[in-house]
């Protein structure tokens, strides 16, 4: 069963950091392409972050050179660092993963982490 726990998020102030994780259970992981996403109130989910099975990353715009995706598939966990954080990051940002195989398409999500930034 594919199951994604996000952990980490939590109250920052402007200007701080955060470390996001995601631990996923399942034989999926070293395949699968992980996301990080993020909806705040009134907007639509954007992509953050993404990282493929072979660890090549890309970013949104708005977070480039702030923040960092990175995989560990001997733990099976996704990681998102997060510095210099702006009161626009607050979101729920959510972990998604990605893989195809011969037969099929898989699209799993975890249930999604809170960050605030606020002083």
């Known amino acids: 069963q594919v199951q994604l726990v996000e952990s980490g998020g939590g109250l920052v102030q402007p200007g701080g950091s955060l470390r996001l994780s995601c631990a996923a259970s399942?034989?999926?992981?070293?395949?699968?392409?992980m996301n990080w996403r993020r909806q705040a109130p009134g907007k639509q989910r954007e992509l953050v972050a993404s990282?493929?099975?072979?660890?090549?990353?890309v970013y949104a715009d708005s977070v480039k050179g702030r923040f960092t995706i990175a995989r560990d598939n001997a733990k099976n966990t996704v990681y998102l660092q997060m510095n210099s954080l702006k009161p626009e990051d607050t979101a729920v940002y959510y972990c998604?993963?990605?893989?195809?195989?011969?037969?099929?398409?898989?699209?799993?999500w975890g249930q999604g982490t809170q960050v605030t930034v606020s002083s």
């Open positions: 990282i493929s099975s072979g660890g090549s990353a």
């Open positions: 998604n993963a990605q893989w195809t195989t011969r037969k099929d398409e898989y699209d799993y």
């Open positions: 399942g034989d999926f992981f070293s395949i699968a392409v």
